[in-house]
């Protein structure tokens, strides 16, 4: 016995020391592979927490539009043409981190954001719906209760995503 360990010890040195070799491997895969996945989970919930900031902002602000129009003072209301969706702008490419369901309910809530200055115009008969160098829609008192509609109207879609993004959070 002890001939034939000192006959085949370099062969069994070497591959006692290949076979460390392997499981080194594995285990440095192993644990590459969980540091990727929760390095993708982590950038998903960054994507998920600025659309979620995101969209409660743009909440926010329809409903102090819809609160202003139902306290109109003058003859006139005033919103802004721009959108706020700098975030969703900016995350686009990283938006396949989260999940169908997500991704769906946000791009139809940011569509809904940017089709309301659209909206609005028609309403208030703009000569060019995509004339965008002004930076406000003037919309007469006897619109505003029509404004607020468009606003409540786009509103549901925007909660949606919302509730969504707030449940995987």
Excluded: C, W
Aim: glycine share 4%; no cysteine.
């Amino acid at each position: 016995m002890v001939d034939l360990l000192s006959e085949y010890q370099t062969f069994i040195v070497g591959l006692l020391g290949f076979i460390g070799v392997v499981i080194t491997m594995i285990v440095n895969a192993k644990i590459q592979r969980n540091l990727q996945i929760r390095q993708r989970q982590h950038e998903a919930e960054s994507v998920r927490t600025a659309l979620l900031v995101e969209l409660r902002a743009n909440v926010k602000i329809y409903k102090d539009h819809i609160e202003d129009f139902s306290r109109l003072d003058g003859d006139h209301a005033i919103v802004p043409r721009k959108v706020v969706n700098k975030v969703y702008q900016t995350l686009l490419p990283s938006i396949g981190l989260l999940s169908v369901e997500e991704v769906e309910l946000v791009h139809v809530a940011y569509l809904s954001l940017e089709e309301l200055p659209y909206r609005l115009s028609i309403l208030v008969g703009s000569d060019s719906v995509d004339r965008l160098s002004e930076e406000y829609i003037r919309i007469d008192a006897a619109q505003v209760q029509v404004a607020a509609g468009i606003h409540e109207a786009l509103l549901p879609s925007i909660r949606k995503a919302l509730s969504v993004l707030e449940r995987n959070a």
